[in-house]
């Protein structure tokens, strides 16, 4: 089952932005490989968010005016919104350790969502802690990105946020398996559906946007699901001590709305 949004800004200037990048302007097809002359990223000092763009060419966009994430805050209520409908199927277990995330590998399953027409495809869901978005303000324990690319490379994320609270069964079958070194890669044939892990209802804040991390690309959808849920605290002491603080801090909202659809 597939849900077409129907997305229409408030105001000229948001229906352009939006028509921007759900056209592909702000993109390429795909993610032109990074220069191996680049030095290398990371969430703290000199190589650090703030200097992203400065590290190699391939990073200009990190300095871009479209950048996520934001803080969700003074969002307007949109009618034209839609839920959201995952066309989510099960997936075999492939998790690994890239040296900023713990990151779910869903390339080889089937789960897709539809965005006005265009089929987005589940390539990879991944974790930062603290979250990277806010809400007025206020950060979660830790937060999801689920990462969609249709066939031109363009991409809807959907993130979820997690505060600390009951242990959560969906974490729960993967926690004595998350690796904690880039060396080792966590591969099983048991199967689970990224669906189970959203909360009953689904609200949710939308704005156009960008990677959260190098090269920063310009060509994202977000979808923040305004609901919470809970982990243990233990669970996200977990993945923060593999993952450290990998969350990017938020960036100026410039001239977008942020949008919120209610279930």
């Known amino acids: 089952m597939t849900t077409v949004l129907h997305l229409q800004p408030f105001t000229l200037v948001k229906t352009i932005v939006f028509i921007f990048l759900l056209t592909g302007a702000y993109s390429c097809k795909k993610d032109k490989s990074t220069d191996e002359s680049c030095q290398k990223w990371e969430y703290e000092g000199v190589t650090g968010p703030d200097h992203w763009m400065s590290l190699c060419d391939d990073y200009a966009e990190c300095s871009g005016i479209f950048q996520s994430p934001v803080n969700l805050t003074a969002a307007l209520p949109d009618p034209a919104l839609k839920a959201i409908a995952f066309n989510y199927s099960d997936l075999e277990t492939e998790i690994e350790f890239n040296g900023h995330t713990i990151e779910f590998e869903t390339k080889k399953g089937n789960c897709t969502l539809n965005l006005n027409g ?47 609270g009951a242990e959560n069964a969906f974490l729960s079958r993967f926690m004595d398996h998350l690796p904690n070194k880039t060396t080792t890669k966590h591969s099983s044939s048991d199967e689970y559906n990224p669906a189970e892990v959203f909360p009953s209802n689904r609200s949710y804040f939308t704005y156009p946007g960008s990677l959260t991390t190098p090269p920063c690309t310009q060509n994202v959808i977000w ?41």
């Open 223 to 263: 979808f923040v699901l305004e609901n919470p849920v809970e982990a243990s605290a233990e669970q996200i002491g977990v993945f923060e001590a593999t993952m450290h603080e990998n969350f990017r801090p938020v960036r100026p909202l410039q001239e977008r709305a942020i949008r919120h659809f209610e279930e």
């Open 118 to 164: 265009t089929s987005y495809k589940l390539q990879q869901f991944h974790f930062h802690t603290h979250s990277e978005h806010a809400v007025d303000g206020t950060f979660a324990g830790m937060e999801m990105h689920l990462v969609h690319e249709d066939a031109a490379g363009n991409r809807v994320v959907v993130g979820v946020l997690f505060e600390e």
